[in-house]
């Protein structure tokens, strides 16, 4: 009986996977090195709560169980399909009619790359319960996630052994250390299968409200903000106050007269999350809208990092052969699919929620942690992801192994970082913090970095220090 | 007699003349638009002093009389041929295997274009007289450049009309104020033929020691250094008292330590010219030792700016062929031409001199000044300059003319802008003080962002407001 059991589980298990692989996606060409699978994942029964992935195996063909990565983008409410697998660090990118060009530098090389649609509400993810719209919060999202990882593991049992690790930028900063932390406590139990996690990597991350979006001093020496702004940033309204204001819904005249004239210097034709990107000027109204919607940016300036690549995923994924290609919206939404803004109402309040102490029990708890840092990114500038390296590390007692200095990616400095750690039980050194800017790159690392990007991600997966200049 | 001596002298300006046209450059292809000259104007003749100088037409066809503009490199000691003609803001710049690449955003489609090698011991520029090149000072210079233009419009009478502007960068913060002000004070003279000084533009210049190289916060928040580097640089020794200590040669442990730490961070593969310019990996060891020494910088990142053009202007400008077409070296100098660092012995105390009380008197007397930065540059950071700008308007009780914003050059975001003024006699808004970053650019802005750095130069020499978003 056990082994007709077994059997037909088995028989099972891979019927299910092959409904979800993607034989071919729309526009792309040539012969694929691994294998690609899309699909939902009914997280919530009852609810009919069903979050969408997208995972590509690792192309590596070396005969060695490769990492799997778990890639969430943030928002809260932002696409890990739109933003991160296919304008970040996915293997394909849309390009012009239709097709599908191949990244060199997606993370696809290093690991096999889970990205997932969350919470519910977000692209492809939906719940047939209305009321789970609105004020969804972190919690819930990590429940769900943690419940997502534990069904996706079981459908695709072959990746349970595998090395675990959790990347993620910008929202994720709250939804990672969350969900780690959850895995943390299903792994103390004895009666369950434990989940392999290994690391975690939060890129330009929200992780505290004081600290992470204070831009004035990033904006002032980087050009954009006169002398007078920065001075009303510092005796009239910081950007916390602001956001702190503008979550809870108590808006002073104050602040608002600060963050006009913020806006007004920095300027709607400069974007956020990249001071030096320019704007999509294409001639298509779509997409300019949809890349000034989503991702303005500015400066006639060669730069990788195309800025009408939006444009183009959101045609893209709404699609209808795409769609079917990817099993997705089989529920038919009442909507398009879109990078972020999609029917969900999250707490807000959430965000001004300190996530330092979680990270920091987590590397307490043998997690290691790598915060870096696109320093373009004025939305969480390196300046104060830095703060928050250094005061977890003091916070830890963890000791730099060397002076914060450059890091280095094909012959050229990749950016700057600083490992923090200690002797474990043994006396071996262990690193359990690192930070590391990418210089040049956006707040999506990947998108304009994405040779860096590649370059920090392998040591993150293998948990080997960046290249400095003595290796 | 009058009509006889007339001629004679006709014959022999234009004798003159043509003896310095350039009928054409090794390695330049297709027809000319402009005509280019270049050789020796004798500013001493007892000591054998002779200031070396390439110009260019302005390429334009436009019946009109264009104006003329005298630019200078900085230092104190480099190139204006090398640097400004052939790297930034020139008809050429040399390519692969000795050919000659046209730059599409030279400066001559606005202007006349006069480079100038100054002080005597720079590239071509040379004395005979050994003693000269024993501290040469800030006083000589500006008097040998002042003779060096008397004698050049007399050279090129056909120029006298022309409105006369000067720009330069870095170190020329020293240089075209000083020069400036002998103009001013010439045309004073009612016994002389006035120079048309209308303007001078100061690119990422060296102004003041207090202030100018101030970069501590700047390498801050761009990544560079470390919370306890900056902490260091606060408490222990800043920029100013290092260079000081430099200059005056009176060395700290205190600061060569700091300055140590500073420079271990911020890496040799980090120019301080440009925080995001990659390297040049050239295998050429040659071009690699001079791209090193001379303008050293990294980061594997696409940008205009080639890293390993400055060594092909070294290899170009040191042919024979290319010396020969020049009219240059004809006393066969017994050294190699050079970026930077001849035989000159600068008396380096006159880094630590004040120019800003100068650059005011200039707009007081009504010659108006733009001070642009290249927002990539750590050696003078644009924070620093923006501090000068402000505290002129506020010396001189400029008035802003609009709030701090962005400039536009082809529909991009070129940088940031603030211009000062007030009414003149006839209560006309007259601008006196400029100020502008230039977003990507390094301390050499036409380099790496030669669009924005001509749509800057237009606004310049035309005394016309930059584009900004409402125009």
Excluded at 54 to 76: A, I, K, Q, R
Excluded at 414 to 436: E, I, P, R, Y
Aim: glycine letters at 8%; a negative charge; hydrophobic letters at 35%.
């Amino acid at each position: 009986m056990g082994v007709w059991f077994l059997s037909l589980l088995f028989f099972f298990l891979c019927s299910k996977v092959r409904s979800e692989l993607i034989p071919s996606l729309p526009g792309q060409h040539g012969h694929l090195s691994f294998r690609q699978y899309s699909g939902y994942i009914v997280t919530d029964a009852e609810h009919g709560r069903a979050l969408f992935y997208y995972f590509v195996e690792c192309s590596s063909n070396e005969d060695v169980l490769h990492p799997l990565t778990l890639w969430l983008n943030g928002g809260p409410g932002c696409s890990s399909l739109g933003f991160g697998a296919f304008m970040e660090n996915g293997p394909f990118q849309p390009g012009e009619n239709g097709t599908l060009i191949k990244n060199p530098y997606s993370w696809n090389i290093e690991s096999h790359m889970l990205y997932l649609e969350s919470p519910i509400g977000v692209g492809f993810s939906y719940s047939n319960t209305s009321k789970d719209y609105i004020d969804w919060n972190d919690t819930q999202t990590a429940e769900d996630n943690y419940r997502f990882i534990l069904k996706w593991l079981e459908e695709f049992p072959q990746f349970k052994d595998c090395d675990f690790f959790l990347a993620g930028e910008s929202y994720a900063g709250h939804y990672i250390p969350q969900l780690a932390a959850l895995l943390v406590e299903h792994n103390k139990n004895p009666n369950v299968e434990p989940v392999n996690l290994k690391a975690i990597a939060l890129g330009n991350p929200l992780l505290d409200l004081d600290i992470s979006v204070l831009a004035g001093d990033y904006l002032w020496s980087h050009g954009a903000i006169s002398d007078e702004t920065l001075f009303l940033e510092k005796t009239v309204c910081n950007d916390s106050k602001y956001m702190r204001e503008y979550v809870h819904s108590q808006w002073s005249q104050g602040c608002n007269d600060v963050f006009n004239r913020v806006a007004d210097e920095v300027s709607l034709d400069v974007g956020f999350d990249d001071l030096l990107l320019p704007v999509c000027t294409s001639s298509s109204n779509v997409e300019q809208f949809k890349v000034r919607s989503i991702y303005s940016a500015v400066g006639k300036r060669e730069k990788k990092g195309d800025p009408c690549l939006t444009g183009r995923i959101f045609t893209y994924l709404n699609k209808p052969e795409v769609q079917k290609a990817l099993h997705a919206n089989t529920t038919h939404l009442p909507f398009h699919w879109d990078f972020c803004l999609g029917p969900l109402v999250y707490q807000e309040e959430n965000i001004d929620m300190n996530l330092i102490p979680l990270v920091s029990n987590l590397i307490k708890k043998g997690i290691p942690v790598l915060l870096y840092s696109g320093d373009q990114d004025a939305k969480i500038p390196l300046t104060q992801t830095r703060i928050i390296a250094n005061n977890i590390a003091k916070e830890l007692n963890l000791s730099p192994f060397s002076n914060y200095g450059t890091w280095y990616d094909q012959k050229q400095v990749g950016g700057w970082t600083q490992s923090f750690g200690g002797a474990d039980a043994n006396g071996k050194n262990v690193t359990n913090l690192t930070f590391a800017t990418v210089r040049g790159a956006a707040h999506e690392v990947p998108f304009t970095s994405p040779s860096q990007a590649l370059t920090l991600f392998h040591s993150f997966v293998n948990g080997i220090p960046l290249p400095r200049p003595s290796s």
